[in-house]
Nanobody
Framework: QVQLVESGGGSVQTGGTLRLSCAAS????????IGWFRQAPGKEREGIAA????????YYADSVKGRFTISQDNAKNTAYLQMGSLTPEDTAMYYC??????????????????WGQGTQVTVSS
């Protein structure tokens, strides 16, 4: 049974940093794609970063490029999202999700078949 568990969310001020973690279990983590999505109230779920765990190749949405960094550790079956230069517009529930490697870098949430429960990030001005 695939399980993804996010952690690391919280409240920060504008310009602050946070690191989110996504611990995965129940499948072959080392050859998959882990994506990070976020959803603010009243808005659609937005894909923001993804990493292919096989070779570490990364993908970013324009909205976070240069501010967020995705990484992963095969030994720990865990992916990370380092977030910097945060603004109130980054306030959202953040989710990690898993899909097949061929779908990595595509931001359609329907392509991801396993999801975590989410972790809240709140950025105040």
């Amino acid at each position: 049974q695939v399980q993804l568990v996010e952690s690391g969310g919280g409240s920060v001020q504008t310009g602050g940093t946070l690191r989110l973690s996504c611990a995965a279990s129940g499948y072959t983590y080392s050859s998959s794609c882990i994506g990070w999505f976020r959803q603010a109230p009243g808005k659609e779920r937005e894909g923001i970063a993804a990493v292919y765990t096989g070779d570490g190749n990364t993908y970013y949405a324009d909205s976070v490029k240069g501010r967020f960094t995705i990484s992963q550790d095969n030994a720990k079956n865990t992916a990370y999202l380092q977030m910097g230069s945060l603004t109130p517009e980054d306030t959202a529930m953040y989710y990690c999700a898993a899909t097949s490697p061929m779908r990595c870098g595509r931001w359609d949430a329907a392509l991801y078949n396993s999801w975590g429960q989410g972790t809240q990030v709140t950025v105040s001005s």
